[in-house]
């Protein structure tokens, strides 16, 4: 069988990337294994840079069950030369700023409970004064609910800061990175000063969907993991290792995860089973269940 020599360039580049970077070394020669096997049967022949990129997709985490290990069309051209790491920030800080900093929606609910629909998590550096109005409106209800329902992710920086207005102090470990590249383990913990009151002592329920995904998934496994937050709704994408995003052609992207998250209480982290809730509903449904259970507690308080 012919192999398309296009195709196999690209294989031959997002292989290489996987192989130098990708935080577990251990699985890379079975995902190229995995790979070249596919290619040598002829499963990617006759394919669209599109469905090619699908389907190595689906390969690629068939191997090795990582949601972030990834081959993605960008339907507009991209520079090959790689991408300094301040011009890839300015782009998310832009793309924060357009969100309002991932705070959708903040309100006081029937029964004093406050309501936060937060969708991504961005850079504390520039946007702890949003957060800080946020956690302000909310500070005298008798329940929070936390909406990730629709959140994509965003910075651990940003997990981190949110996080510490549920705990009483910075005294709280929160998470920790490893990172391949440098061979280095950083923390993450609660802040010891905050621009606006702690949210202490009283509920917190914290919705998900299959959609949340990463750093949405980490505030959901760290307030879970410390007993601070019961989760509501759907089981969550299970996306846990910082991603390095690579150009092999103009119109072609391999995802490469260079460094892989690991809590202090559980050891572990959600990659590939995501975030499991307390209280299982449809996500549709996960408002009126979580609204339901803060009430319910009240009453009996």
């Known amino acids: 069988m012919t192999i398309n020599a296009d195709t196999a360039a690209i294989l031959d580049s997002a292989l290489a990337r996987i192989t130098a970077g990708y935080v577990f070394p251990e699985h890379t020669t079975a995902?190229?294994?995995?790979?070249?096997?596919?290619l040598a049967a002829g499963?990617?022949?006759?394919?669209?840079a599109p469905e090619l990129c699908a389907a190595v997709t689906a390969h690629l985490q068939e191997a090795c069950p990582d949601k972030h290990l990834r081959l993605l069309y960008e339907q507009e051209p991209q520079s090959m030369e790689e991408e300094p790491?301040?011009?890839a920030s300015a782009r998310f800080e832009a793309r924060c700023v357009a969100a309002n900093f991932g705070v959708e929606r903040v309100e006081r609910l029937d029964g004093n409970i406050g309501y936060l629909d937060l969708r991504l998590i961005a850079d504390p550096a520039t946007a702890a004064r949003t957060f800080a109005a946020a956690m302000e409106l909310l500070a005298l209800t008798s329940a929070l609910v936390l909406d990730l329902r629709k959140?994509?992710?965003g910075l651990p920086e940003g997990v981190a800061l949110w996080c510490s207005?549920?705990?009483?102090?910075?005294?709280t470990h929160l998470n920790d990175v490893y990172d391949r590249k440098?061979?280095?383990?950083?923390?993450?913990?609660?802040?010891?000063?905050?621009?606006a009151p702690r949210y202490l002592d009283?509920?917190?329920?914290?919705?998900?969907?299959?959609?949340?995904f990463s750093a949405g998934e980490e505030l959901a496994y760290n307030l879970q993991a410390n007993k601070r937050a019961t989760l509501v709704g759907e089981t969550t994408r299970g996306g846990a290792h910082p991603t390095a995003r690579i150009a092999v052609t103009p119109h072609?992207?391999?995802?490469?995860?260079t460094a892989r998250a690991v809590n202090p209480v559980t050891g572990t982290n959600w990659e590939g089973v995501g975030v499991v809730p307390d209280i299982a509903v449809p996500a549709d449904r996960a408002l009126d269940a979580a609204g339901e259970d803060a009430l319910r507690g009240s009453a009996a308080a």
């Open 31 to 38: 995902i190229e294994t995995a790979i070249r096997g596919h």
């Open 43 to 48: 499963a990617y022949e006759g394919l669209a």
């Open 85 to 87: 790491e301040e011009v």
């Open 151 to 153: 959140n994509i992710g």
């Open 165 to 171: 207005y549920f705990f009483p102090d910075g005294d």
């Open 182 to 195: 440098t061979d280095s383990t950083r923390q993450y913990w609660t802040s010891t000063h905050l621009p």
């Open 202 to 212: 009283r509920p917190v329920y914290v919705l998900t969907s299959a959609s949340t």
């Open 252 to 257: 072609i992207t391999v995802t490469v995860p």
